[in-house]
């Protein structure tokens, strides 16, 4: 089945620690995007990218980095200069062109910070 | 700015009684007007899409209808398993944003 991946499903970062939060999927999508989602709160956007080693910052991308490498993975770092890291992460993907232009999303990472 | 705000925050309903959540929205260029509800821990799940003024979808107990300002997800004779956030997100004209509004958190009661 076509879909959106996300590893893991619960991260636990240290201080001064840079972790990778994965994302891949099978959907054929050249649009991807990664948001952050506190409680309480709508979702903010991070980065995205619409082709292969292309991308672009969102409202919030102080703190993160990504690459796209390749066309089906998005992975997110989240590094030591990003103060307050604790949220839930979603990875999503669409097509990007045409009517059918929803936003998949996969089922997410919760980062902590120890 | 693009921004999207949705309305109320919390919506507490007994089970039957029907209401409706709002989404209004300033969206440069409006290419969609998306619906997705989202359970605890887990990703957001799609709902609809809307297009143009008028439009209006509908899916067992849901329906969503769009205007030039705002959408409505009208939820009628709800049950407690509609109980979720949903949240209303509008495209961008130009380039590939997606605005996504704080959400609306449903508990139906029995």
């Known amino acids: 089945d076509g879909g959106i991946t996300q590893s893991p499903k619960y991260l636990f970062r240290k201080e001064g620690q840079n972790v990778t939060l994965s994302c891949e999927q099978n959907?054929?999508?050249?649009?991807m995007y990664w948001y952050r989602q506190d409680p309480g709160q709508g979702l903010r956007l991070i980065y995205y990218?619409?082709?292969?080693?292309?991308?672009q910052k969102g409202d919030i991308a102080e703190g993160y980095s990504v690459s796209r490498e390749k066309k089906e993975s998005f992975p997110l770092t989240v590094t030591s200069a990003q103060k307050n890291p604790t949220a839930f992460y979603l990875c999503?993907?669409?097509?990007?062109?045409?009517?059918?232009?929803?936003?998949?999303f996969g089922s997410g990472t919760q980062l902590s910070v120890l | 700015e693009d921004q999207v705000t949705q309305s109320p925050e919390a919506l507490r309903l007994q089970e039957g009684e029907s209401s409706s959540l709002n989404c209004s929205y300033t969206v440069s260029g409006l290419r969609g007007l998306f619906w997705y509800r989202q359970d605890p821990g887990k990703g957001p799940e799609f709902l609809f899409t809307?297009?143009?003024a008028g439009e209006e979808k509908e899916k067992e107990r849901l329906k969503a209808t769009l205007t030039k300002k705002e959408s409505f997800l009208h939820i009628t004779a709800p049950k407690p398993e509609d109980s979720a956030t949903y949240l209303c997100a509008g495209r961008t004209g130009s380039g590939n944003q997606f605005y996504f509004g704080t959400g609306t958190s449903l508990t139906v009661i029995p």
């Open positions: 959907l054929n999508h050249d649009a």
């Open positions: 809307l297009y143009s």
């Open positions: 990218s619409q082709i292969v080693n292309d991308f």
């Open positions: 999503a993907s669409t097509t990007g062109t045409g009517r059918n232009e929803k936003l998949y």
